[in-house]
């Protein structure tokens, strides 16, 4: 039966390690075993070396490495094909060690401790798809990326999958994702991050009220093509802008051709539905108690009716969207003053 959610899970072995609690390995294969039926993939439960708040030693990666390796043949042992991970830190030997096994669905994860830049993430994955494409059982492995979703290193290598929380993240600063419009169209690999909240003092990104009147009707346009506007992503604040950021990944994702699997929970079920997003991530640790049925559910697209709220105003009338937009656009040029002086 092919669902209309095609779900992953990862192991939660982030979200548990961040918190000092270690997870049972045996429930996560039970858990992943008892539904099955409803996950599109799994990941392995891979272990994170030394200590939150503290630097990790060669010896706590390697010993990481080791451990996630034995999980890997545990998880497999119990009849289970998840998908192993390999880490920045971590040495080659292990990720050859996948492609021996023929392992052929590998995930790649690169350091979330450092705040290194694509350029260094990029000269690893180099160093990872070269190795691939050299090995004897290389042709066949697909890959994902483990929260690579910087436009470079999406279009540098022939991902199968990646996965994504920058939809939910920056919508939470007040920024949208639009294409780069050029030879009359619009260009998802090159996406530009636009500011449309006032209430962000700081931010590196191109405020709306700073563009140009061309620049504008780009966007303006971007904006119909996904069925919204600018007056309706600022009035319904956050979930408007959840929206765009959705409607953009998968823009880029019809582009690239690649599945990205938006990170999530169950809070965002109905704006998921709303805006058709197939490909979701799921942790465990979220999800560890959740019941058969009610993930049965949720992989058919269904959500509970959203709480209907009474509007202060009434946000229909020309007059008052006319009096917004006026004071988005002059707030938005003088808070750019101010960040310039």
Not at 32 to 46: A, F, G, P, Q, T
Not at 49 to 60: D, E, H, I, S, V
Not at 304 to 325: F, G, H
Request: proline share 3%.
């Amino acid at each position: 039966m092919i669902r209309p959610i095609s779900l992953m899970i990862d192991s939660g072995a982030f979200n548990s390690w961040s918190r000092g609690i270690t997870l049972d390995i045996k429930k996560y294969i039970a858990f992943i075993k008892r539904n099955e039926h409803l996950i599109y993939s799994y990941v392995c439960m891979d272990t994170i070396p030394g200590f939150k708040g503290q630097a990790r030693t060669l010896a706590q990666v390697q010993q990481s490495a080791k451990l996630s390796y034995e999980n890997l043949q545990h998880m497999k042992g119990a009849g289970l094909r998840p998908i192993p991970v390999f880490h920045q830190s971590e040495a080659f030997e292990w990720l050859e060690r996948m492609l021996d096994d023929g392992e052929d669905y590998i995930g790649f994860s690169r350091n979330m401790n450092k705040k290194s830049q694509w350029q260094q993430a990029g000269a690893w994955l180099d160093e990872c798809f070269r190795r691939i494409k050299k090995h004897r059982n290389g042709a066949k492995v697909r890959t994902h990326g483990f929260g690579i979703t910087h436009q470079k290193l999406l279009a540098r290598y022939p991902w199968f999958s990646a996965d994504s929380t920058a939809w939910v993240i920056q919508s939470s600063y007040g920024h949208v994702f639009i294409p780069t419009f050029r030879n009359g169209g619009m260009d998802f690999s090159l996406p530009q991050c636009l500011k449309v909240s006032i209430r962000e003092s700081c931010s590196s990104y191109q405020p709306f009220g700073m563009l140009s009147q061309i620049e504008r009707d780009h966007v303006a346009e971007y904006f119909k093509s996904i069925g919204t506007d600018l007056l309706s992503i600022i009035h319904n604040k956050n979930s408007r802008r959840i929206i765009a950021n959705l409607q953009f990944f998968k823009g880029l994702e019809n582009q690239l051709n690649i599945k990205i699997f938006q990170a999530s929970n169950f809070r965002y079920n109905s704006l998921m539905n709303e805006t058709n997003v197939r490909h979701r991530l799921f942790s465990y640790w979220d999800i560890m108690d959740c019941s058969t049925k009610k993930l049965e559910q949720y992989s058919e697209g269904k959500h509970e009716p959203p709480i209907t709220r009474i509007a202060k105003v009434d946000w229909t009338k020309q007059s008052y969207l006319n009096t917004r937009y006026a004071n988005f656009i002059e707030r938005m040029k003088i808070e750019d003053c101010d960040a310039t002086d």
